[in-house]
Nanobody, 118 residues
Framework: VQLQASGGGSVQVGDSLRLSCAAS????????MGWFRQAPGKEREFVAS????????DYTDSVKGRFTISRDNAQSVVEMQMNSLKPEDSAVYYC????????????WGQGTQVTVSS
C-alpha cells in the first residue's frame, strides 16, 4: 500500500486546514487509516484514525471537537479537517494505514508540514 498525503501549510491561530491522504495498491490489506504528528524534539503521536469499513473514528484528546476525520472508500481517501488551529498543533503530519494482518500502523506516507503562528 502506498500513501500520498497533501494539504499542509502555514496558517494563523484559529484558521483551518484540510489534510488528505490517498491510498493506492493493495488497499484490501488495510482496515484503518490515521494521522500521526511529530513536533520538533518530540516523539510521534497519534492524532486521529478511522476504520475503513465501519467508519469508526478516534481522536487524541487535544484535538477532539476541533479535528474531524472522514473517509471516502470509493476513492481510498481519508481526510482530516482541522479547525481552530493552535500553535501546539504545529508539526509534521503523517498519514498511516493499519494492516489487517499485523493490526499495526505499518504503512506510512510522507509527512506534510503544518505550521500555526500566533
Amino acid at each position: 500500500v502506498q500513501l500520498q498525503a497533501s494539504g499542509g501549510g502555514s496558517v494563523q491561530v484559529g484558521d483551518s486546514l484540510r489534510l488528505s491522504c490517498a491510498a493506492s495498491g493493495r488497499t484490501g490489506s488495510i482496515d484503518a487509516m490515521g494521522w500521526f504528528r511529530q513536533a520538533p524534539g518530540k516523539e510521534r503521536e497519534f492524532v486521529a484514525s478511522i476504520t475503513l469499513f465501519e467508519g469508526k473514528s478516534d481522536y487524541t484528546d487535544s484535538v477532539k471537537g476541533r479535528f474531524t476525520i472522514s473517509r471516502d472508500n470509493a476513492q481510498s481517501v481519508v481526510e482530516m479537517q482541522m479547525n481552530s488551529l493552535k500553535p501546539e498543533d504545529s508539526a509534521v503530519y503523517y498519514c498511516a494505514a493499519r494492516s489487517v494482518k499485523s493490526g499495526r500502523y505499518d504503512r506510512w506516507g510522507q509527512g506534510t508540514q503544518v505550521t500555526v503562528s500566533s
